[in-house]
């Protein structure tokens, strides 16, 4: 009979467990639906990419789970080609269609960051996946992204892993924006030239 009391408890177990599961996705899915977007690119917008990075880090510093972070850069790319604004908002579209097939569908999280610049999110992607990943990203939008003129597009991007030791377990929301501020700095500042 005890063991009945247990297989009971085990099925309990199990159906909580997936209860849980269903309840993130559902989470994850209305915040989805419901974050504030960039008009241009139907991405999410610097903002909702701001709370994004804040909610990683906290889960970064909770679970000891590594992410990464592409800064994805056109502005270079611009200044080169002395685009209009109206060539650069179709090259904006373009790239961010190519985000449709490069990110790992429904784990990584692609964004509008600035206006000539995108942000993804790796999340459990260290810094040599990261950089396979981008160099996917940028052949992709080489390959797929043309000029008025046929040139092919070619971005700039930067790379920054971040994990919990760097925050030192510091979790309240002052230090949580802080550390958004450093990673980003960090993906900036390696800005590689667009190589093919």
């Given at each position: 009979?005890?063991?009945?009391?247990?297989?009971?408890?085990?099925?309990?177990?199990?159906?909580?467990?997936?209860?849980?599961?269903?309840?993130?996705?559902?989470?994850?899915?209305?915040?989805?639906?419901?974050?504030?977007?960039?008009p241009l690119t139907?991405?999410?917008?610097?903002?909702?990419?701001?709370?994004?990075?804040?909610e990683k880090v906290?889960?970064?510093?909770?679970?000891?789970?590594?992410?990464?972070?592409?800064?994805?850069?056109?502005?270079?790319?611009?200044?080169?080609?002395?685009?209009?604004?109206?060539?650069?908002?179709?090259?904006?579209?373009?790239?961010?269609?190519?985000?449709?097939?490069?990110?790992?569908?429904?784990?990584?999280?692609?964004?509008?960051?600035?206006?000539?610049?995108?942000?993804?999110?790796?999340?459990?992607?260290?810094?040599?996946?990261?950089?396979?990943?981008?160099?996917?990203?940028?052949?992709?939008?080489?390959?797929?992204?043309?000029t008025a003129g046929?040139?092919?597009?070619?971005?700039?991007?930067?790379?920054?892993?971040?994990?919990?030791?760097?925050?030192?377990?510091?979790?309240?929301?002052?230090?949580?924006?802080?550390?958004?501020?450093?990673?980003?700095?960090?993906?900036?500042?390696?800005?590689?030239?667009?190589?093919?």
């Amino acid at each position: 009979m005890w063991y009945f009391s247990w297989i009971l408890g085990l099925l309990l177990a199990c159906s909580l467990g997936v209860i849980s599961l269903l309840w993130l996705e559902a989470q994850e899915s209305w915040a989805r639906e419901h974050m504030a977007v960039d008009p241009l690119t139907q991405l999410p917008c610097q903002e909702e990419m701001q709370k994004r990075l804040r909610e990683k880090v906290a889960n970064s510093q909770r679970s000891e789970a590594p992410f990464s972070v592409l800064y994805l850069s056109l502005t270079a790319f611009r200044k080169q080609h002395n685009l209009i604004y109206n060539e650069m908002d179709t090259i904006l579209r373009g790239v961010a269609e190519t985000f449709q097939n490069d990110p790992r569908e429904g784990v990584d999280i692609c964004s509008r960051f600035a206006p000539e610049a995108f942000l993804i999110v790796l999340p459990g992607a260290r810094l040599q996946g990261a950089e396979e990943i981008a160099g996917k990203i940028r052949q992709d939008i080489a390959n797929q992204v043309k000029t008025a003129g046929n040139q092919p597009v070619q971005v700039q991007i930067g790379i920054a892993e971040y994990s919990r030791h760097e925050g030192g377990g510091l979790i309240g929301e002052d230090a949580l924006q802080e550390e958004v501020r450093e990673l980003l700095r960090r993906a900036e500042k390696n800005l590689r030239p667009a190589r093919l």
